[in-house]
C-alpha cells in the first residue's frame, strides 16, 4: 500500500510538473490548433467551393443541375478535352526531354553538368506569363524567328496563338520539373544490377529496357503525373498565347473576371480539380513503392567514359541550354527595345512603367513584400507543424490527420484556392442549423494576409515534405535524451533541431519567395486595386496591349528570384560549415 501510494504521488507529481512546466498540455494544444487551422484555410474554404458550384446564383440549391448546363454547353465543355490535349502533349514532350537531359547528367561523363543542370532549372524563376510573351517575340507576328531575324534570314511562320503555344510555353514551365524528378531517379539507381548486367554479357539496349527503365519506373511515372498536372492546372501561359483556344483555366478566369458569373466559375474550379486530384492520389501511391524500392545496401553508379555516347549527349545538353538561354534572352532584349522591331534602340523606356496599368514599381515591391511575408510565416508554421507530426508522440491520430491535411493542397491548383477563399473569406457568416455564426476571418479579405495565406496554402505540401524529409533524418533519441534530463521541448527545437534542419529550412523559405513572386494564379482574384501585385500587373499589361513593359515586369521577376536563389546558395554553404560541421566528424 505504501509503495502503491509513493507510485501514485510520484506520477502524480510528474504530471504536475509537466503541466507546470507547459509540456504535456502545451504540446495537445498547439496540435489541436495545427489542425484546426488546416481545417479552416483548406478544407472549409473547398468546401464553401464545391457548395456553390451545387447552388444557383440566388444559393438555392439545385444539385448537379450547373453540371449538366456544363457539359450540354459546347462552347464551355469543349474546354475539358482541350485541356487534356494539351497536358497529355506537354507530358510526353517534357518527359521526354527532361530523361534524356538527366541521363547525360547522371549516366554519361560529360562536361559542366552543374552549370548545364543551373541553367536548366531557369524557368523555374519565371512566371508561366513571362513564357507565353516570349513566345510572341519569338514565333508573333513581327517575331524573331517569324520576320527571319529582322530579314537577315527567310522567316518561318508557326500558329502560334492556340494548342501550338501553349503546349510550347507548358514544356519550357515543366520541362525542369520532370527533369529534377528523373535526375533522382536516375541517381540513386543501384550500381549491382549493371554490374550483373555486364557479367551476363548483355546488350546496352537490353539492360537499358531491363534495367534502367524498370529501375526508375517510380519516378518516370511521378514525372508523367506532375508534369500532366503542372500544364492541366496553369493558367499563365494559356492566358497568354490561347487565343481562341479556351481551356480550364483561362474558362474560370473569364467566368470570374469577364462575366462575374461566379456560379459556373464554380463548376468549372471543381471540373479542374477532378483529374488533378485523381493524378494526385496516383502519385501519392507511386511515391510510397518508390521508397520501399531503395535498398540499404545500394551502391551508386560511377558513370564509365563513352567517346560516342558523350559526345552525344553533351550536343543535346548544350542544345537545350542554349534554347533556355535564347527563350530568355529575347525577353530581356525586347523589354529594351524602344519600338519593336522598327526601332532597336537599347534603353529602360519600359521599365520606367508610367502610365501602364497593375501598378508599376508598386506593384513589384508589393510582391517582394508579399513573398517575404510567405516566405518567413510559411516557413516558421510548415517547419513547427513538420516536427509536431514527426518528433512529438502524443496524440497520434491527431498527427495523422494534421499529415493528411498538410498533403491535400498539392492537389489544389491556385485558380481552385483563390475562388474558394472568395467564397469563404468574402462571407460574413453562414447559417448553421438555424444559427447565424458570424465569420471573423472576414477582416483579412483584400488585405495582404489573404494573399500571403493563398501562398501558404498553395505552396504548403511540398515545403512540408522537405522538411518532414529534414527532420526524419534527425534520430528520436534528442528528444528521448532531452525528455529524460527535463528539458522543454521547445528549448530543444529551438537549440538543436533548427540549427541542424538549417538548410532545409532556408531551402523551404527560398522556395516559397521564389513561387509567391512568380505566381499568378493564386492571387488573381484575391488581390485589391490597393495591394497591386507584379505578377497581375503583367496579366494586365498583357490585357491592355503593353506587351514590351509586360515583359519588362517578368523579367524584373526572374532577375529578382534569380538573385534570391544565388543569394541562398552562399548563406546555405557557409551556414553548413558552421552549425553541421560536427556531421562530418
Request: proline share 4%.
Amino acid at each position: 500500500m505504501a509503495e502503491t501510494a509513493l507510485n501514485s504521488a510520484a506520477n502524480q507529481k510528474l504530471t504536475l510538473r509537466q503541466i507546470f512546466h507547459g509540456e504535456l498540455w502545451l504540446k495537445r494544444l498547439i496540435i489541436l490548433l495545427m489542425c484546426i487551422w488546416l481545417l479552416v484555410v483548406v478544407v472549409a474554404p473547398i468546401f464553401q467551393l464545391l457548395s456553390k458550384s451545387l447552388a444557383d446564383e440566388d444559393g438555392n440549391f439545385v444539385g448537379l443541375a450547373n453540371f449538366v448546363y456544363y457539359f450540354q454547353t459546347p462552347s464551355l465543355s469543349h474546354s475539358l478535352p482541350n485541356s487534356i490535349y494539351v497536358s497529355l502533349m506537354t507530358m510526353v514532350i517534357s518527359v521526354s526531354l527532361g530523361f534524356l537531359f538527366a541521363y547525360g547528367l547522371t549516366r554519361t561523363t560529360i562536361k559542366g553538368k552543374g552549370l548545364l543542370k543551373g541553367i536548366a532549372m531557369m524557368p523555374l524563376f519565371a512566371p508561366t506569363l513571362a513564357n507565353g510573351i516570349a513566345l510572341i517575340y519569338l514565333f508573333g507576328r513581327k517575331g524573331l524567328i517569324t520576320r527571319g531575324f529582322f530579314g537577315t534570314f527567310p522567316g518561318i511562320e508557326f500558329p502560334l496563338y492556340g494548342p501550338f503555344g501553349i503546349i510550347f510555353a507548358e514544356v519550357v514551365y515543366t520541362f525542369p520539373q520532370a527533369m529534377l524528378i528523373l535526375f533522382i531517379a536516375l541517381s540513386i539507381t543501384d550500381a549491382r544490377l549493371y554490374e550483373a548486367s555486364d557479367s551476363l554479357s548483355a546488350s546496352k539496349i537490353k539492360t537499358f529496357f531491363t534495367v534502367t527503365l524498370p529501375g526508375i519506373k517510380y519516378g518516370l511515372i511521378s514525372a508523367l503525373f506532375i508534369c500532366f498536372v503542372l500544364a492541366f492546372t496553369d493558367f499563365g501561359a494559356p492566358k497568354v498565347v490561347g487565343g481562341n483556344y479556351n481551356i480550364l483555366a483561362t474558362d474560370i478566369y473569364k467566368q470570374v473576371i469577364g462575366q462575374q458569373n461566379f456560379t459556373m466559375g464554380a463548376v468549372v474550379s471543381v471540373v479542374l480539380l477532378i483529374p488533378t486530384v485523381i493524378a494526385f492520389i496516383v502519385d501519392r501511391i507511386v511515391q510510397r513503392k518508390q521508397v520501399a524500392m531503395i535498398a540499404a545496401r545500394s551502391v551508386p553508379l560511377v558513370p564509365k567514359a563513352n567517346r560516342i555516347i558523350d559526345s552525344l549527349f553533351q550536343v543535346f545538353c548544350i542544345l537545350i541550354v542554349l534554347l533556355i538561354i535564347g527563350f530568355y534572352s529575347t525577353a530581356v532584349f525586347a523589354s529594351l527595345v524602344k519600338v519593336w522591331p522598327y526601332k532597336l534602340e537599347l534603353g529602360f523606356w519600359h521599365y520606367n512603367f508610367t502610365g501602364m496599368g497593375g501598378g508599376g514599381y508598386a506593384a513589384f515591391f508589393n510582391s517582394i513584400r508579399m513573398s517575404l511575408l510567405s516566405a518567413v510565416i510559411g516557413t516558421a508554421l510548415i517547419f513547427g507543424s513538420a516536427y509536431l507530426i514527426e518528433k512529438v508522440r502524443e496524440m497520434k491520430l491527431m498527427r495523422q490527420i494534421g499529415y493528411f491535411l498538410s498533403i491535400i493542397p498539392l492537389a489544389l491548383p491556385g485558380l481552385v484556392i483563390g475562388l474558394a477563399y472568395i467564397f469563404f473569406f468574402n462571407a460574413r457568416g453562414w447559417e448553421i442549423f438555424g444559427f447565424y455564426v458570424p465569420n471573423v476571418l472576414n477582416p483579412i479579405y483584400g488585405t495582404m494576409a489573404i494573399l500571403v495565406l493563398s501562398n501558404i496554402v498553395h505552396f504548403y505540401t511540398v515545403s512540408f515534405l522537405t522538411a518532414t524529409t529534414a527532420l526524419k533524418q534527425m534520430d528520436i533519441e534528442f528528444e528521448h535524451v532531452s525528455e529524460s534530463m527535463g528539458i522543454p521541448f521547445y528549448k530543444t527545437f529551438t537549440r538543436v533541431t533548427v540549427p541542424v534542419c538549417l538548410p532545409a529550412i532556408l531551402e523551404i523559405g527560398m522556395y516559397f519567395f521564389v513561387n509567391s513572386m512568380a505566381t499568378v494564379s493564386a492571387v488573381i482574384f484575391l488581390y485589391s486595386a490597393d495591394i497591386p501585385l507584379a505578377s497581375v500587373a503583367v496579366a494586365n499589361m498583357d490585357d491592355a496591349g503593353d506587351i514590351a513593359p509586360a515583359c519588362a515586369m517578368s523579367v524584373l521577376i526572374i532577375a529578382t528570384n534569380i538573385t534570391v536563389r544565388l543569394l541562398y546558395s552562399l548563406v546555405t554553404r557557409k551556414l553548413k560549415r558552421r552549425t553541421q560541421a560536427w556531421i562530418s566528424k
